[in-house]
């Protein structure tokens, strides 16, 4: 696609149950983020993958969040039992040249956990 | 591990003025600088980017500033526009490891 796709763009969810993410990055892209942004904060790294080197997972905030990505394709995020205060967008981005190149973020999944 | 810092938190010009972002960081392997904007609602996206072996880049109205020695950069944006009003995040890295991003500094232009 012409860029990154993410979905659901909304998501309400009650608290305890799971939810999944996902994110389709731009062909050929390699590198593929997930990071958090609370409401008026900054991005808070989650998760990386690049190519088929083991995933960096140091940002994940707790072993309810977890990440997959199938080769350089799709990736999706599942949050398990869900908290009121995981409550945030979830942005992916996806990356030709990994770190040190231009970042291409998706629209964001908005997810609100009653 | 990196610290970035991003001054000022807020800042408020009027239109047609010019703006200055500084953002500072610690780790001295750092070598690549962006600057990414935020427009309420919508993703950031990347408006300019510099490298370790450049001093100084510029896009039309905008300009990045580096010092290394000095650990930080600027973002500078001259002949401010309503449109320029967003949230600005500087993010330095290396090419081992991810971009560090800093907390973000919301400009308002003023009419």
């Known amino acids: 696609g012409a860029g990154v796709s993410q979905s659901p763009s909304n998501k309400v969810t009650e608290k305890g149950k799971d939810v999944e993410l996902r994110c389709d990055p731009i062909?050929?892209?390699?590198?593929l983020y997930w990071y958090r942004q609370r409401l008026g904060q900054g991005l808070e790294f989650l998760i990386y993958?690049?190519?088929?080197?083991?995933?960096?997972k140091s940002g994940l905030p707790s072993d309810r969040f977890s990440a997959e990505r199938t080769g350089e394709s799709v990736s999706t995020l599942t949050i398990q039992r869900t908290q009121q205060e995981d409550s945030a967008v979830y942005l992916c981005?996806?990356?030709?040249?990994?770190?040190?190149?231009?970042?291409?973020f998706g629209e964001g999944s908005r997810l609100t956990v009653l | 591990g990196e610290n970035v810092e991003q001054h000022p938190s807020t800042l408020s010009v009027q239109e047609g003025d010019s703006a200055v972002i500084k953002c500072t960081y610690s780790?001295?392997?750092?070598?690549?600088f962006p600057w990414y904007k935020q427009e309420l609602g919508k993703r950031p996206q990347l408006i300019i980017d510099?490298?370790?072996n450049v001093g100084e880049k510029k896009d039309q109205r905008i300009a990045v500033t580096l010092n290394k020695t000095a650990k930080h950069f600027s973002l500078h944006i001259t002949e401010t526009q309503p449109e320029d009003s967003a949230v600005y995040f500087c993010?330095?890295?290396?090419?081992?490891?991810?971009?560090?991003w800093g907390a973000g500094t919301k400009l308002i232009i003023k009419p």
């Open positions: 981005a996806s990356s030709l040249a990994g770190v040190a190149g231009e970042l291409f």
């Open positions: 062909s050929g892209h390699t590198a």
């Open positions: 993958f690049q190519g088929n080197s083991a995933p960096d």
């Open positions: 780790d001295s392997a750092s070598n690549y």
């Open positions: 510099i490298r370790s």
């Open positions: 993010a330095p890295g290396d090419s081992n490891y991810q971009l560090i």
